[in-house]
T-cell receptor, first 114, second 111 residues
Framework: DADVTQTPRNRITKTGKRIMLECSQT?????MYWYRQDPGLGLRLIYY???????NKGEISDGYSVSRQAQAKFSLSLESAIPNQTALYFC?????????????FGPGTRLTVL | EDQVTQSPEALRLQEGESSSLNCSYT??????LFWYRQDPGKGPEFLFT???AGEEKEKERLKATLTKKESFLHITAPKPEDSATYLC????????????FGTGTLLAVQP
């Protein structure tokens, strides 16, 4: 079984709809992240969480919110989806082996907002 | 501005034709330089972390090296299954968990 899972894997929705993307991990890591990937722009950090009570904004948090329901679960919500939120979304987890976090990514969710 | 730049954007090789991918970085206080492989429709797969200039790491046909300004991913005698996008990322300063990514090099290895 995969260590980091994301649901759904694909989603098509309409402008203005509320969307939730879910991430679960069995790696036992405390830190979890949400990224989006756009062609030509690379991966950009949306939110990250050090533990259930510690959630931080990343580079591009506007229009998004998150919830850390448990150590193993981290959800990303789009309260009112807009077309420029069409992208690939990745969840990641990390540990601090070697003094620097090594991040491990899930398989991604392809989101299309019409 | 802190940034990571990868070149070339795309590279086409014949099977067995060795080459290198470049990742140049301008960040303050590099903590770690990461290489990932990403296949179409999948999440990035961790390959290597390099921490200091002069460090090298190898895995099968891949070898990553690091200088004070850039990192190289050397691919020796590539095979078609090495075709993927290779991503470079850096952590720097006090935030060891914040990765800044390059836009990747799309590698195609033809039989």
């Amino acid at each position: 079984d995969a260590d980091v899972t994301q649901t759904p894997r694909n989603r098509i929705t309409k402008t203005g709809k509320r969307i939730m993307l879910e991430c679960s991990q069995t790696k036992g890591h405390d830190r979890m992240y949400w990224y989006r990937q756009d062609p030509g722009l690379g991966l950009r950090l949306i939110y990250y969480s050090f533990d259930v009570k510690d959630i931080n904004k990343g580079e591009i948090s506007d229009g998004y919110s998150v919830s850390r329901q448990a150590q193993a679960k981290f959800s990303l919500s789009l309260e009112s989806a807009i077309p420029n939120q069409t992208a690939l979304y990745f969840c990641a987890t990390s540990d601090t082996t070697g003094g620097t976090d090594t991040q491990y990514f899930g398989p991604g969710t392809r989101l299309t907002v019409l | 501005e802190d940034q990571v730049t990868q070149s070339p954007e795309a590279l086409r090789l014949q099977e067995g034709e060795s080459s290198s991918l470049n990742c140049s970085y301008t960040v303050s206080g590099l903590r770690g330089l990461f290489w990932y492989r990403q296949d179409p429709g999948k999440g990035p797969e961790f390959l290597f972390t390099l921490y200091s200039a002069g460090e090298e790491k190898e895995k099968e046909r891949l070898k990553a090296t690091l200088t004070k300004k850039e990192s190289f991913l050397h691919i020796t005698a590539p095979k078609p299954e090495d075709s993927a996008t290779y991503l470079c990322a850096a952590t720097y300063g006090g935030a060891t968990n914040k990765l800044i990514f390059g836009t990747g090099t799309l590698l195609a290895v033809q039989p």
